[in-house]
């Protein structure tokens, strides 16, 4: 049976982050109506996904933890009702601090979640105030304890560093208080300024660390984390042996995975397509068969230069970097005679290894991956013209 992830999206949450820029809403008062119609999603896709064992689910947002518990978990048994969850599937759930409480997670727990994804971001209170977060570090330790006792053995801890007013000691402090707790996960993003945000209008008043403090942050990361037990396996996720996400490495990896509700993201049989933004139109087009084309935003076949790009980006994600052989042969490529003007500067400088199987990035080069991709994959648009035309192959 071919495998597939399934992502499901809950566009609620209790207060607006600052720096959020993810498709949810404060105070929406049909939670069931949204709920009903993913439930409906769910029986439209059981017949396109008969052929798929479903090995990873994730329930996003959002806060799907501000889902009323009976929907939620009506929900739950409608996913495992119509899709073939392996009964090894890694099945996660999103929660924010102080949204849930030990008899939810005990029930979420029996209801079939096997790994939560705590979004803490920081161990100083200054530093959640200053993000907009709705916890303090207190509640997310309660959070987090209360996740252990309900049963949870598989615990991702969301940690953001370049906060406003954050300093390299403190970051310190937060890395510190959170191994202390031992989660089996930790994932670390750059806080990004993103231009439809509250901090995207204040951008240039906003007092954030240096970018070299903030490169600082990152290498000692690094540094600590490798030190207490967790292989970095991505730009910004590291695990303990055997505990990497396997929802996210589909997406990094490219394999299939299907997104259900409102802007969820798919790549199914070949094609990517995405689901509109808007709650109250998502669900009256799913209520509705005659609305039904109005329901996707994006909707394209992935041509073989999109794949090339893609492929390159993603790979170069993963610690392990890109395997050369295995890109030449799915390409009828030469890596290395793409890049033979950029690749040997790139380790010359110290921002790629070449490895056995072809090129990773080094620390310093995930800090700036951002750039190096980009002017990869500028570099690369004219040979995926070729591609896209037919004449290179
Ligand atoms: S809780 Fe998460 S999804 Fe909601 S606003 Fe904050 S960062 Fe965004």
Redesign the pocket.
């Known amino acids: 049976m071919k495998r597939l992830g399934l992502y499901v999206h809950f566009p609620?949450?209790?207060?607006?982050?600052a720096?959020?820029?993810?498709y949810?809403v404060?105070g929406h008062n049909n939670i069931d109506k949204y709920i009903d119609a993913l439930m409906l999603q769910c029986e439209d896709y059981s017949a396109s996904c008969e052929p798929y064992a479903v090995d990873t689910v994730f329930l996003g947002?959002?806060?799907p933890t501000i889902v009323p518990e009976k929907d939620m978990l009506q929900l739950i048994d409608c996913i495992y009702e119509h899709f073939h969850v392996t009964v090894d599937a890694e099945v996660t759930m999103?929660a924010?601090p102080a949204t849930v409480n030990l008899s939810q997670l005990k029930k979420y727990h029996k209801a079939g979640i096997n790994r939560l994804s705590i979004?803490v971001q920081s161990a100083c209170d200054a530093e959640l105030r200053a993000?907009?977060?709705?916890h303090t570090y207190g509640e997310f330790e309660k959070t987090y304890k209360q996740a252990r006792k309900a049963g949870f053995d598989n615990i991702n801890l969301d940690l953001m560093y370049g906060i406003p007013e954050q300093t390299l000691d403190s970051f310190k402090d937060t890395l510190e208080k959170i191994v202390a707790l031992d989660p089996e996960h930790i994932s670390l993003y750059n806080l990004k300024i993103e231009d439809s945000t509250p901090f995207g209008a204040i951008r240039d008043s906003l007092p954030l660390p240096d970018e070299d403090v903030e490169f600082e942050m990152y290498e000692y990361a690094i540094d600590y984390l490798t030190r207490h037990g967790y292989i970095q396996y991505e730009i910004s996720n590291f695990a303990k042996p055997g505990y990497e996400c396997k929802h996210n490495m589909k997406y990094w990896t490219c394999q299939e995975y299907l997104g259900l509700g409102t802007a969820a993201h798919s790549y199914f049989r070949n094609t990517r397509f995405s689901f509109i933004k808007d709650i109250d139109s998502f669900v009256s087009a799913i209520e509705d068969p005659d609305n039904s084309d109005v329901i996707t935003d994006e909707n394209y076949s992935i041509s073989p230069a999109e794949r090339v790009g893609e492929y390159i980006m993603l790979s170069l994600r993963l610690k392990s970097g890109i395997n050369t052989a295995e890109f030449n042969r799915l390409f009828g490529m030469d890596f290395d005679a793409m890049y033979e003007d950029l690749l040997p500067a790139y380790v010359e400088n110290g921002f790629m290894d070449k490895t056995a199987a072809g090129y990773a990035f080094t620390p310093k080069g995930m800090y700036v991956s951002n750039y190096i991709l980009s002017s990869m994959l500028e570099f690369s648009s004219e040979i995926d013209k070729n591609i896209a035309n037919g004449k290179d192959k």
């Open positions: 609620f949450c209790k207060n607006k982050c720096y959020c820029d993810f949810s404060v947002g959002g806060t999103e924010n979004g993000l907009s977060r709705i």
